[in-house]
């Protein structure tokens, strides 16, 4: 048998996928084989390490080497190097924009420093294709100590008493979920997972589908043991072909051994998974549409009362939950409620996943202890805004939750404060914005989006919506009134009390969010007819400075419309009646003398 | 595979594929672990390096110790004396051993990596290591 003792981890999450990490994989296999060094170097593919701002990623172990950027010729000096001369491959490591040093420890990275891994603990720790990797790390073990050791009720007072709440946004104790469903008696029960991820900027639970795909097989099968099903659903949208591909392979792999299907672990406990597609549509996050739509219907979703836990898929009592709340459920069972509520603030407990987007130094996915700051996500492991500009604002909880500015950098990250703040946590997503976002410009793109995602059942949603996104066309056009900032709150309003389910009732939320942090903005959109960011091109406009410009024509060159007429060695000028806002005079221009007002 | 017929089962595939995640996870704790890397260049190899790597892992394994991992490293400049493995026991300067036997090797495991006492055949540090 081979004595590994060295093991070289590729990414092969999807980012680092599409930059061609199985490429990388291949020739690392290759150069390894070629150095007669295969019964000692294992080189596997892996889920996400989080740090996608720099994929690929290769991790070297046991000594934690983290090399970055990685291309698949890069593949024969890795090998040479450092496995057969034992030197790092310096101009591969990560370096610290702070401190303009080489980290070689991933350890040591400030990325990784203040992150606390639970329900991301095997994502780019194992092979997800492999059940044995899984299996050596626990896997499976808490659904076995649940059969053999404990009752349907020992378990959900665990999760009870751990404190874990839904992570698809909504916040609601796990635990009492499962009692519910729990309680309603049925000749068949069912276990879905909502895997129906569609927030813009978001990519946790494709994360962990992608990674760790057995934790969500034994969570849900713990689910069933604890309310009685013996079914188990995931519901996950086709433009996953990854997640789709490594979960199908886990169900596969978890039936062979017996973990899945028939009296499991001979405990006489019968538990299936099976796969249903979503075609994307965000509304199928909502949980009544997703059960409409994996029932073959339109993807609508309908009024609660009846709760899926009494009248859910095909009438039957139904449990949902979220991937990533699942992905928390094995270790729950393992280290104890104790532990677990241990972690996090008073009364959101563990942590959560986090996908940072936008304008931040370190694109990636995070995971933290709840009732981190949001400074210490942005600045300690996001590494700060992109080219030193100045923070702005981010954007939690998708379309439907609202934005948080400087004002908010050192609130606790957690379900309540977010919602205090206007915002909320949704399942993840943080867009980060600078000074060059424009705020009712990133309303209007949310509410663009909850326009088109709307399912059109009720009026509020449907015709709302779209009234919203009008009038936030019109403000950003230059063309804004007054009284359209009265007609956005009143409408606003009037959806959030009316609308039927959370997409409509939450679609507001970025417009009145960002009114209230950002009244300025607004203000300036309609008064001044200006836009103080500068993104709004109807109001914007570019002028050559007399004083700056030394007539090199540059400029004129590179203007699409001929709005940029002089003389060489003179000032040139724009004729604003055939400028089109496209700013490529603004961005060739070498002396700064043109400039966006 | 077969069908895993009981919780008991489970826990004893689970005692056969740990090794698989061993080194990942102790590369999650090095720091507090004692690292011994064998050199593993070409003049290693070709003076029984594989071999004696092999059997510090067999033998570490065998005897149940935990707080230690062996990974290998390339050529240290010692090549009159391979093969050659250095033992860092953390907080402590690194200490190379030349010239290990399969009889070394267990000395070392038993003394050195057990009971924290040097043994004979310790290569003397006669160069500095530039730190970043």
């Known amino acids: ?597 | 595979m077969a069908k895993i017929k009981s919780f008991e089962e489970l826990k004893k595939i689970k005692d056969q594929v740990q090794s698989k995640v061993g080194l990942r996870e102790k590369g999650e704790n090095i720091d507090n672990l004692i690292q011994i890397r064998v050199a593993m260049a070409t003049c290693g190899i070709a003076s029984g390096a594989r071999e004696i790597m092999n059997y510090m892992i067999d033998e570490m394994t065998s005897q149940g110790i935990e707080n230690a991992v062996v990974t290998q490293t390339g050529c240290m400049g010692y090549c009159y004396a391979e093969p050659t493995i250095e033992v860092t026991t953390p907080g402590k300067e690194p200490v190379i051993y030349g010239d290990v036997t399969k009889e070394k090797a267990k000395e070392i495991i038993d003394e050195h990596v057990i009971k924290g006492e040097l043994v004979d055949g310790i290569i003397p540090m006669t160069h500095k290591t530039i730190d970043q």
């Open chain 1, 1 to 597: 048998m081979a004595n590994y003792t060295m093991h070289m981890l590729v990414c092969s999450g999807t980012g680092c996928k599409s930059a061609e990490s199985d490429l990388i994989t291949a020739n690392l296999e290759k150069y390894v084989a070629e150095a007669n060094m295969t019964d000692e170097v294992q080189v596997l593919k892996t889920g996400c390490f989080g740090f996608c701002e720099k994929g690929p990623v290769v991790k070297i172990l046991p000594d934690n080497t983290f090399y970055v950027q990685v291309t698949p010729d890069d593949a024969e000096e890795i090998v040479n190097e450092h496995i057969i001369k034992g030197r790092k491959v310096e101009r591969l490591l990560f370096v610290d924009p702070k401190t303009e040093k080489m980290v070689s420890d991933s350890k040591k990275m400030d990325f990784y420093k203040k992150q606390l891994r639970i329900a991301l603990r095997n994502c780019g720790l194992i092979d997800p294709d492999n059940i044995d990797e899984y299996i050596a790390r626990d896997g499976y073990h808490a659904l076995g100590m649940a059969l053999t050791e404990m009752t349907p009720q020992d378990v959900i007072k665990v999760v009870k008493d751990s404190g874990l709440r839904g992570r698809g946004g909504g916040g609601f104790p796990t635990g009492l979920k499962w009692e519910i469903a729990s309680k309603n008696d049925a000749d068949q029960k069912y276990v879905v997972c909502n895997a129906d991820e569609g927030d813009p900027g978001a990519f946790m639970d494709r994360s962990i589908l992608e990674g760790d795909p057995h934790s969500v097989v034994e969570a849900m099968a713990i689910c069933g043991y604890s309310m009685g099903a013996t079914i188990g659903k995931v519901y996950i949208r086709a433009e996953y072909p990854l997640a789709i591909k490594r979960l199908e392979k886990a169900i596969e792999d978890a039936r062979e051994y017996g973990l899945l299907g028939k009296d499991i672990m001979g405990t006489g406990f019968d538990f299936d998974i099976e796969l249903t597609f979503g075609a994307g549509a965000f509304v199928c996050g909502e949980e009544t549409a997703l059960i409409h739509s994996m029932e073959g219907e339109r993807g609508e979703p309908t009024t609660k009362p009846p709760f899926p836990a009494e009248s859910g898929y095909w009438g039957k009592p139904t449990n949902v939950n979220n991937v990533e709340t699942f992905a928390n459920v094995p270790v729950i069972l393992l280290k104890g409620a104790d532990w677990f509520s241990s972690i996090g603030s008073e009364k959101s407990k563990g942590t959560k996943v986090f996908a940072l987007a936008g304008k931040i130094n370190n694109v990636g996915l995070i995971e933290v202890p709840m009732g981190t700051t949001l400074r210490e996500v942005i600045y300690d492991i996001g590494g700060g805004i992109k080219d030193g500009k100045k923070f702005k604002a981010v954007q939690t909880g998708g379309p439907s939750g609202g934005c948080l500015t400087v004002d908010d950098l050192d609130t606790p990250i957690d379900y309540e404060n977010l919602i205090a703040k206007g915002s909320m946590m949704g399942s993840g997503g943080m867009i980060v914005m600078d000074e060059d976002d424009c705020m009712p410009a990133v309303a209007k793109f949310y509410l663009e989006f909850t326009e088109e995602e709307s399912c059109g059942k009720c009026t509020p949603c449907r015709v709302g919506t779209k009234r919203l996104s009008e009038l936030l066309e019109l403000i950003t056009d230059g063309k804004g009134k007054m009284e359209h900032l009265d007609e956005l709150k009143r409408l606003s309003r009037v959806i959030k009390d009316t609308a039927l389910c959370g997409l409509g009732q939450t679609a507001p939320n970025p417009v009145l969010s960002t009114m209230e942090a950002f009244w300025d903005e607004y203000i300036a959109h309609i008064k001044d007819g200006r836009c103080p960011a500068g993104q709004c091109t109807n109001l914007l406009q570019y002028i050559i400075s007399e004083a700056k410009c030394v007539g090199c024509t540059a400029c004129v060159r590179v203007c699409p419309t001929n709005a940029i007429t002089g003389t060489v060695k003179k000032p040139h000028v724009i004729d604003q009646a055939k400028c089109i806002k496209c700013g490529a005079c603004y961005d060739k221009c070498k002396f700064e003398a043109i400039s966006k007002q």
